[in-house]
């Protein structure tokens, strides 16, 4: 079963590269600065638990991190009934269920079903929007703490794959997926709901699927200039353009 967050559309071989061990110092430097990217993420992620629970905006001692929240709090805040940091898989026939998270990223149905992907969502609301017949919806967002952008709502599989679930979870009518950029105050959200049954949800499940069944094996290809680990030049199958 592989996570949410490492669902490939083209090449699941990036996968295997970022969990071997930096072997050159730009390797050992770039590692050194995602851990710490993760740690100020870690920090943002606990300090909207709080928020969430406390009804108050709390100080933290990382000034770049409190700016975040502070420019967060000029457009958002926690609302009754939003869900946070919630552990959600798909099964093979795309129903989605709850699960465990005994690990970081190890992720168990509560029922025990076999899972073809999941993954934490950040945040999970359920609406009525009015102008849709007032048709339930559920919004998921993805807070995106690190310095570079990523695809966006409509062509993100993490995003689409746990708003699928947490859909059939909540037994919605359809759902919107929204993912803030915490350094720039900037939200990539859906400009319509995906309604469930419709051709756009048939094909992005399909989408979810085929990358989730993606094996591990390097497949080069155009899509390799948009590769981290070929930038890096650490996968030796790339064809990245001169």
Same mark, same amino acid.
């Not at 409509?154 to 993912?179: K, P, W, Y």
């Not at 048939?202 to 981290?228: I, K, M, Q």
């Not at 680990?229 to 990245?240: W, Y």
């Given at each position: ?152 709502? =409509?062509?993100?599989?993490?995003? /689409? *794959? +746990? ?6 979870? !909540?037994?919605? %009518?359809?759902?919107? &997926? ?17 309604? =469930?049954?419709?051709?756009?949800? /048939? *094909? +992005? ?6 990358? !989730?069944?993606? %094996?591990?094996?390097? &497949? ?23």
């Amino acid at each position: 079963m592989i996570t949410a967050s490492a669902l490939k559309r083209f090449c699941a071989y990036p996968n295997v590269l970022s969990k071997l061990a930096p072997t050159t110092a730009k390797e050992r430097d770039a590692r050194a600065r995602r851990d710490a990217a993760a740690e100020k993420g870690s920090l943002f992620h606990a300090a909207i638990e709080l928020w969430a629970k406390g009804g108050e905006m709390p100080q933290v001692h990382d000034g770049e991190v409190q700016g975040w929240l502070d420019l967060l709090a000029t457009t958002w805040r926690p609302l009754p009934g939003m869900v946070f940091e919630l552990a959600m898989g798909l099964r093979p026939d795309g129903t989605g269920v709850v699960c465990y998270e005994p690990q970081p990223h190890v992720y168990v149905a509560r029922d025990g079903s076999e899972l073809l992907t999941a993954g934490r969502a950040d945040v999970v609301l359920a609406v009525l929007v009015p102008n849709l017949m007032r048709h339930h919806m559920v919004i998921v967002r993805d807070w995106k703490t690190g310095k570079w952008s990523v695809d966006p709502p =409509v062509r993100n599989l993490q995003t /689409t *794959a +746990l708003a699928i679930a947490a859909c059939s979870i !909540a037994s919605a %009518d359809g759902f919107m &997926r929204e993912i803030y950029y915490t350094r720039d105050g900037h939200c990539d959200a859906d400009e319509a709901p995906v309604l =469930v049954g419709s051709p756009e949800y /048939t *094909a +992005l499940l399909e989408e979810v699927r085929a990358a !989730a069944l993606l %094996d591990d094996s390097p &497949r080069p290809g155009p899509h390799c200039n948009g590769c981290w680990e070929a930038r890096m030049r650490r996968c030796s199958h790339a064809q990245v353009a001169a």
